[in-house]
């Protein structure tokens, strides 16, 4: 009557240990392939002068030389370097000031639509970035634009938003807050909702005024989700390219450099392969070791501050 | 037929110790509690036996068949959930069903256990129902269901019953020990409530702090508790303790003031544990007291707090040589006396012979068990 | 707090959010209209002009364009790309998440996925680049799909790890006694209880594969280019074609507009959940 104990399953143990590595094993076998070993690959490549030769490449060892030359004579890459910080900073303070000050303002007041309101808010982090840049180089266009349209319609002078090498870094955050305060919008409040509303309540009776209110309950307790918002923000800022490539390619001059363009341009329209191999091996890891580093003390300060409550 | 034995089993988690050096074997057919504090380990030991659990240190064995490094599935035991566990996205049979098909039983067979189970359940009409459509007590059949049509050898049940409603429970509680009796497997239960631990059970494992405290049937236990925690846990209201020293004066035993009847069995056994003469506890249950109609040189003066009516029984609070003490009081035989009752009256109690138990005061150990 | 107080608060706050919302809007929906337009009025700045499909038709279906072909190319690419990456990324979910394993790998794997999942793209298509085309495979479907995988495993990664590890750890169990091993555990009751995460995470997969521009202008061929670069080709052209331009970036717009239409909780709880990892 009974079936004998398990017909299939007296192995389960090894079928189970089996299968943590047969599904594991796609995904490692995806990031040794694809993620890690390219990363080797560029350490490998860039100790090398490439040269092309009847569309066979020639190889020759050059040790750190590529090195050198990009530390001391790359000027336009560090160019980019400090654009992209300038950039990442800025961006990402407006972007969060506005993004947490409209977050306020809705948890605080409400808004209506909020499904429609939250809808529109997706939409600049879901459609494709070349669209967003496409969209922009429309409307900041110097002879077409939108806004030059409008401006002119105004009697005003028009500027050249991409072209005048004063304002186009300018013109490039803009549409780079643009395009990401929704979402740090979209997170803040999130946070905002989610903390306890008796503690606000009752810390409410406390305090006298609105900015007191905001110094000394709403801010501190959403710090953690402040910082860790603020810092990958900052660094997932480096991975600026799509709208750059569009609007300026960089120009005029260096003023829209940032890293990962000049990394193209060396690579894809120049060739060079060992140096664009060092230039990528120096920003992989400057940015590696921001992460490491800002991830080591977020998990350090939630960890003390586990420890004091 | 199924004997469960486990040896020496520990279970930890980093510095903190879970189950500590645990012997215990159950017999095949047996209906075993597992009763203790919560916390006390009850549920992590279930998941040990199920396998679940991986263990620190020890062996566990089936008919004495090592089964410590088998996987859960291959151990032909089945569990029923307090949280049911039922999966949402399978109707009733489905779920019913679902571990005979995962071990390729024929579809006839498959049928037959399905048919048998909904109409002992009484689920039928039910089959095609998902979980969601279920109120709580026919999910909670259907997690009996899942564990019946498997008809395995051991069945585990981790608190299966605490989610329902009072009588609902009572119920319940019958009807699974008569299926237990009828399927005739092992069966250990775990359960934080003890009169769901002394109606069903044959024999009642008391957990303290990952440490077995007592074994034995609910009479045993209750009668002769092995220490000043089982004392205290099982029984309700709890045991009254009261602290003192314990002196001797011919045949006459008395802890303070008051007068502990004992036979010449019990003054022996207390000699021989030097404990005469030595501060000991004292523990007689509530119904153990007999209501005198006048103090008398050796009885307990109660001052009353309150009277708890439940029905056929009074409860008593109150306090006596400093200590709350309960009494209990049976209405059909003191009724009138219990009708008379009110805050601030004097009651005389004298303890019944051997009707109490003394513990030593450091290691708790009851020194008057049989 | 007196209600005259109250409402200026909200009037504030519906100020700021709706005027955010206006600018967000505004812009898109003068583009869209450029995409309705011919060349002449966009080009004269007029914001009423005369309804054509002259754009669409042109980009769709002329000798010189190949848009259809670049649409099509997106849509291969991400859902090939889509497919692999959830389920590569469930499983391994599954396991990191519920299963026991060696801690080093489970720490290797999430470690590596959340420092690759931030660094830049453009810092590994150079080597992407040298290795297909070392072993003849630059320009392929297979190029632009291995490395949409690669890109997108992160995310795929932690969002599938939240819903697995949302499931109540006595299901799991309770199928363990019923004798599921870890891979039919996996088939017959982890996936169809993740179906919705599922859903939500292949739906931001396939959003962010259709919409790479850096990966595919780097890796794809004139054969397999997809819609983002071929857009962005337009825009470089000597004389552009301002509605033709619009109408690209119309229709590649389709994946994102519809995902918001049809799932906008999903979309949003998937991003915030990506987000804090
Ligand atoms: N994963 C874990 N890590 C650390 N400690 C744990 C873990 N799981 C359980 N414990 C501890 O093990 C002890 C026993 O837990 P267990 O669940 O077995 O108690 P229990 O007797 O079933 O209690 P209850 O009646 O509340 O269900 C508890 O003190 C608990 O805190
Ligand atoms: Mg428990």
């Not at chain 2, 500590?20 to 036996?49: H, Q, W, Y």
């Not at chain 2, 399978?90 to 049928?111: G, H, I």
Request: net charge neutral; charged share 15%; proline share 4%.
């Amino acid at each position: 009557m009974k079936p004998a104990a398990n017909p299939q399953t007296g192995d389960t143990t090894k079928r189970n240990k089996r299968w943590v590595y047969l599904s594991l094993a796609p995904v490692i076998i995806v990031f040794l392939a694809l993620s890690a070993f390219p990363v080797l690959n560029l350490l490998g490549l860039s100790l090398f002068k490439v040269t092309w030769q009847d569309g066979s490449a020639i190889y020759d060892f050059v040790g750190m030389e590529n090195y050198k030359y990009l530390f001391n004579e790359e000027e336009i890459y560090w160019a980019g370097v400090r654009n992209t910080l300038i950039f990442a900073v800025s961006v990402v303070t407006v972007q969060m000031l506005l993004g947490f000050t409209m977050a306020l303002a809705v948890m605080r007041a409400g808004s209506f639509g909020r499904p429609i309101l939250t809808g529109i808010f997706l939409l600049p982090i879901v459609i494709p970035p070349i669209v967003i840049g496409t969209m922009w180089r429309l409307i900041m266009g110097r002879e077409f634009g939108l806004i030059n349209g409008l401006l002119s319609m105004a009697g005003l002078p028009t500027v050249d938003w991409l072209g005048n090498p004063d304002i186009a870094l300018g013109s490039i955050m803009l549409v780079d807050i643009w395009h990401w305060t929704p979402f740090v919008f979209l997170l803040m409040l999130a946070g905002l909702e989610s903390l306890d509303t008796e503690v606000l309540e009752a810390a409410r009776l406390d305090v006298t005024s609105f900015w007191q209110e905001m110094r000394h309950i709403v801010v501190p307790m959403m710090l953690p989700t402040i910082v860790i918002t603020v810092v990958f923000r900052i660094i997932l800022s480096f991975k600026v390219f799509d709208e750059v490539y569009l609007l300026t390619s960089g120009g005029p001059g260096t003023s829209t450099e940032v890293v990962n363009f000049s990394i193209y341009r060396v690579f894809f329209s120049q060739d060079r392969v060992g140096d664009g191999s060092a230039m990528s091996v120096v920003t992989l890891f400057a940015v590696a070791l921001m992460i490491i580093v800002a991830n080591g003390l977020i998990q350090r300060r939630s960890g003390n501050k586990g420890g004091e409550e | 037929m199924a004997e469960v034995q486990l040896n020496s089993i520990s279970k930890s988690y980093g510095a903190t110790t879970v189950i500590d050096d645990l012997d215990l074997t159950i017999e095949s057919k047996e209906f075993v509690a597992l009763v203790g504090p919560s916390g006390s380990g009850k549920s992590t030991l279930l998941r040990i036996i199920a396998g679940l659990e991986d263990i620190s240190g020890g062996t566990i064995q089936l008919d004495g068949r090592d089964v410590t490094h088998i996987d859960p599935s291959d151990r032909d035991m089945a569990m029923v959930f307090q949280s049911y566990a039922l999966y949402p996205h399978m109707s009733v049979a489905e779920n019913m069903t679902f571990a005979l098909r995962m071990r390729k039983a024929p579809e006839a067979e498959v049928q037959k256990r399905l048919d048998q189970a909904l109409d002992i359940l009484g689920l039928r009409g039910f089959e095609d129902r998902k979980p969601g459509q279920l109120s709580g007590g026919q999910r909670q059949r259907v997690a009996m269901g899942r564990a019946i049509v498997r008809q395995p050898s051991v069945f585990l049940f981790d608190e299966p019953l605490s989610n329902l409603d009072a009588k609902l429970r009572a119920r319940t509680r019958l009807e699974l020990r008569e299926l237990h009796d009828r399927l005739g497997a092992t069966s250990i239960f775990v359960t934080h409530d003890q009169i769901e631990a002394m109606t069903m059970a044959d024999r009642i494992v008391l957990l303290d702090g990952g440490k077995i405290q007592q074994v034995g049937t609910p009479k045993d236990i209750y009668r002769s508790p092995a220490n000043r925690f089982v004392a205290g846990f099982i029984g309700s209201p709890e045991i009254n303790i009261l602290t003192g020293p314990l002196t001797r004066d011919g045949d006459e035993l008395k802890l303070n003031q008051i007068n502990l009847p004992a036979s010449k069995a019990r003054l022996k056994q207390l000699e021989a544990a030097g404990s005469i003469g030595k501060d000991v506890e004292l523990g007689i249950r509530p119904e153990h007291f007999e209501v005198l109609k006048s103090a008398n040189d050796g009885s307990l003066a109660l001052t009353v707090d309150a009277i708890e009516f439940t029905g056929q029984d009074v409860f008593v609070v109150g306090q006596a040589e400093g200590a709350n003490i309960t009494l209990r009081m049976d209405l059909r035989r003191d009724g009138k006396l219990a009708e008379s009752l009110a805050r601030g009256t004097v009651l005389h109690l004298a303890p019944t012979k051997d009707n109490w138990h003394i513990f030593d005061i450091d290691s708790g150990l009851c020194l008057t068990r049989g | 707090m007196s209600v005259r107080r109250l409402s200026a608060g909200r009037l504030f706050s519906n100020t700021l959010v709706w005027g955010y919302a206006f600018l967000i809007l505004g812009p898109m929906v003068w583009v869209l209209s450029n995409a309705f337009k011919f060349q002449i009025d966009i080009l004269t700045g007029k914001i009423f002009a005369p309804f054509t499909w002259r754009n669409f038709e042109q980009l769709l279906f002329s000798r010189q364009s190949n848009f259809l072909a670049n649409l099509l190319n997106s849509a291969i690419v991400a859902t090939a790309s889509t497919l692999i990456v959830i389920v590569i990324a469930t499983m391994a979910a599954f396991t990191l998440a519920r299963l026991k394993m060696p801690d080093w790998i489970r720490w290797s794997v999430l470690g590596w996925a959340l420092l690759f999942h931030m660094l830049p793209t453009l810092t590994f298509v150079g080597s992407w680049y040298q290795m297909f085309a070392a072993v003849g495979l630059h320009g392929t479907y297979f190029a632009l799909i291995a490395t949409h995988v690669v890109f997108n495993l992160p995310m795929a990664l932690f969002l599938m790890m939240t819903f697995v590890t949302a499931l109540p750890e006595d299901l799991i169990q309770a199928a363990r006694m019923d004798g599921c091993s870890n891979g039919a555990m996996f088939w017959r009751i982890v996936m169809p209880l993740v179906r919705g995460g599922l859903i939500a995470t292949s739906a931001l997969m396939f959003i962010f594969s259709w919409s790479d521009f850096a990966i595919a202008l780097t890796l794809s061929s004139t054969d397999t280019m997809t819609a983002p670069v071929a857009i962005a080709t337009y825009a470089q052209e000597y004389e552009i074609r301002y509605g033709e331009m619009a109408a690209g970036a119309a229709m590649s717009m389709i994946p994102a507009l519809t995902l918001i239409l049809v799932g906008q909780s999903f979309v949003v709880r998937g991003l915030l959940a990506g987000a804090v990892k």
